[in-house]
């Protein structure tokens, strides 16, 4: 061949290769550029629903409710302005309410006097708590408008209430999310690490050349089972035995959970593990059994601190998938967010609810830009944990040379 | 001579149009099986039309109007605030029809005593005021509430409907879809939940409810809540801009057809009374 030609053809390959690769970096790098514009843009959002307005008579001395107590007067838990440093009870006024003060006539037929109504009704009672669309404010408006504050970092990641659609105040605290993410992967780690260490061990170490032949496709399989199965499985089976085992009034929990990201987590485990067992290089198994060591004493002192790094890393990235987890998780936690105490209690986790919820929050609103900013969170908490993998196969590779 | 022509152009016209219009439908996840199933025998009747349908949820739908990846929304709930104020941002107003009525229906484990309740009942059983059935007339035993995820139209509108717009109790399991929470209810001895009419199964059993502080117990099905007298319905809706109107409206008018009306009905569905 034309010696020409061939370098051009290995430098077009060249080109080729690089391009490629250019490319697939800068995808991660713009997904996640996009990923930290939209969930960072949460904060100092208005904590009151986007075009709403909430007001207050102007002689009320309160000035400003925290989105908390915004949710509580309107679930009627505060039912007193005295509870927030004013006076006499709350009365709530919503705009379906005008109809109850002013006649349709009076409102007109297109809403035209609407705006003066509200300003009179709000004018009228000291005790009102107005919550009307923006657009309806009158240009004179006589009562004092209520500043909720914005949507904070210390609320966001301290608050203990996820009710992104409540109105007129979403409250997005991402706490039970974040503990409920963290029990459930817990879980599912301890309960996967022992077992699938062990069927590695087996595996690598004891088992015949034919069971092994068997044994390690059959495993590989069910990572191969799609996670909606899993869920549905869970559903049927695990979750009316958690209930029944433990006499519990519900069988969705988080131990529910644990056990189906145990399963799920199980063929990484076992495959990574066996991976670095089986790479113990001969001559060392054979100078332990020579020294007259047991089969069992040469696993334990030889095989295992030998392999480590790739057990290590083989249990750090069970938990990468036990934390991204989606469908499976949705269908068997319970998903109530509230902060857990015990494993055995419902957990909704980070990814079911951006799962469920993003189909349905309104384009670019505050609860849209939550879903993101919780995504940012479970990009952190991978990204360590795969720093960590990194950090322990590369530091152990060093001592070793 | 000349009606024949006028005729042909009719014809040729629907044709050309028909074969322009495609229709893409796209939002809530209960109003879809309906909108195949009107699409389906539209299609069949009018052969040049084309229109697909997918689901995703109310919001999605809104939202694709908002870009203009669809014709036609479909939502369990009404345009929100936020959503209108955009598209009118947007330069774009909508369109709302109501195309059929949904009835939820509060279930329970078919062991459960219980078998009516009040608004004022449900509100605190949903609101976590009452814990135990044994408070509402039951067994001592735990009440486990289900409901679905926030996302869900059917959220809102049970919120709005029967809890008169409390929130719900942050103890409420959420459920993905509907099929788990009936698996969820009929496994769980204290459960309750609500479902669409035509999810209920032999596998929970439907409640009675009273909105007239128990004067008046009624029972789910189709001919009490044809005839208003059920409380808990709920309209579905399609909507579309006003600015393609013209395109959409021969299906819409199609889906509020004594024809499509009985599609509503065969899908389990409260067909709109006249």
Redesign the interface.
């Known amino acids: 061949m034309n010696p020409f030609f061939k370098k051009f053809s290995e430098k077009f390959i060249e080109g080729l290769l690089m391009i490629s690769g250019t490319v697939t970096s800068l995808t991660v790098v713009l997904i996640v550029f996009f990923l930290f514009k939209e969930g960072i843009s949460v904060f100092n959002k208005k904590a009151v629903e986007e075009g709403y307005v909430i007001a207050v008579n102007k002689s009320n001395k309160v000035n400003s409710i925290s989105p908390e107590d915004i949710k509580n007067i309107f679930d009627q838990k505060i039912t007193s302005w005295k509870d927030l440093g004013g006076k006499d009870s709350i009365i709530l006024f919503r705009l379906e309410d005008i109809s109850t003060y002013f006649t349709d006539e009076q409102i007109g037929e297109n809403f035209e006097r609407l705006p003066a109504c509200i300003s009179r009704v709000v004018d009228s009672i000291p005790q009102i708590f107005a919550f009307f669309p923006e657009k309806y404010m009158d240009k004179n408006f006589k009562g004092k408008e209520i500043e909720a504050g914005k949507i904070s970092f210390n609320t966001f990641f301290g608050g203990k209430e996820w009710f992104p659609t409540a109105q007129p105040a979403a409250q997005l605290g991402a706490k039970p999310l974040i503990l409920g993410t963290l029990w459930v992967s817990l879980g599912a780690i301890l309960l996967a690490l022992p077992l699938g260490l062990a069927a590695a061990i087996y595996m690598s170490e004891i088992a015949k050349d034919k069971v092994r032949r068997v044994m390690k496709p059959l495993i590989e399989l069910l990572a191969g089972i799609p996670s909606v199965v899993y869920g549905f499985f869970g559903l049927v089976v695990i979750v009316p035995a958690i209930q029944k085992l433990f006499n519990l009034p519900v069988g969705e929990t988080g131990l529910a959970g644990s056990i189906i990201l145990g399963i799920m987590a199980l063929p990484t485990i076992i495959t990574i593990s066996e991976d670095a067992m089986r790479n113990t290089p001969r001559s060392m198994k054979e100078a332990s059994l020579a020294l007259g060591a047991s089969k069992w004493q040469t696993i334990c002192r030889v095989v295992i601190p030998h392999s480590i790094s790739g057990i290590t890393a083989a249990a750090i990235l069970g938990i990468g998938r036990a934390i991204g987890e989606t469908m499976a998780v949705l269908m068997v936690t319970g998903n109530a967010a509230v902060i857990p105490h015990s494993i055995l209690e419902p957990m909704r986790t980070i990814p079911a609810t951006i799962a469920a919820e993003l189909g349905e929050a309104p384009n670019g609103g505050v609860h849209y830009k939550a879903l993101f900013a919780l995504g940012c969170i479970l990009f952190v908490m991978t990204l360590v944990i795969n720093l960590t993998v990194e950090f322990i196969t590369g530091s152990k590779k060093y001592k070793k040379h | 001579m000349k009606t024949m022509k006028t005729k042909s152009i009719v014809i040729a016209l629907s044709l050309y149009a028909g074969v322009t219009v495609a229709q893409k439908l796209k939002g809530s996840d209960t109003v879809l099986p309906l909108a195949q199933k009107e699409a389906e025998s539209y299609m069949k009747a009018n052969k040049s039309a084309k229109i697909t349908v997918t689901g ?5 739908g ?2 694709a109007l ?1 870009d203009g990846t669809t014709d036609i929304a479909m939502s369990s709930r009404k345009i ?4 209108k ?2 598209l009118s941002d947007a330069g774009k107003s909508t369109k709302e029809t109501i195309i059929a009525q949904d009835a939820l229906a509060v279930v329970v484990n078919p062991a459960n005593k219980v078998t009516q309740l009040t608004r004022e009942q449900l509100e605190d059983i949903f ?1 976590g005021k009452v814990k135990n059935w044994k408070e509402v007339g039951g067994d001592d ?2 009440i ?1 509430v289900y409901s679905r ?5 059917t ?2 509108f049970f919120k709005e409907h029967v809890m008169k ?4 109790a ?7 879809a509907t099929g ?1 929470i009936i ?2 209810i009929g ?5 309750i939940g609500y479902v669409g009419f035509a999810y209920v199964e032999k596998e929970v059993r439907a409640l009675k409810v009273s909105f007239d502080k128990g004067k008046n117990f009624v029972a789910p099905s189709m001919v009490t809540a044809k005839g208003k007298s059920y409380p808990i319905i709920r309209p579905l809706y399609y909507y579309y801009l006003s600015s393609v109107e013209k395109n959409v409206k021969p299906f819409v008018d199609y889906c509020i057809s004594a024809e499509g009306q009985k599609i509503v009905e065969q899908v389990g569905y409260i067909p709109l009374s006249k």
């Open positions: 995703g949820g109310s919001g999605v809104i939202s908002l929100k605030m936020t959503e104020i955009k609101t035993l735990t486990v995820e926030s996302s869900s139209g959220y809102e717009n409390k929130n719900y942050s103890s409420v399991l959420s459920m993905p788990s698996q969820s496994q769980t001895k204290g459960a």
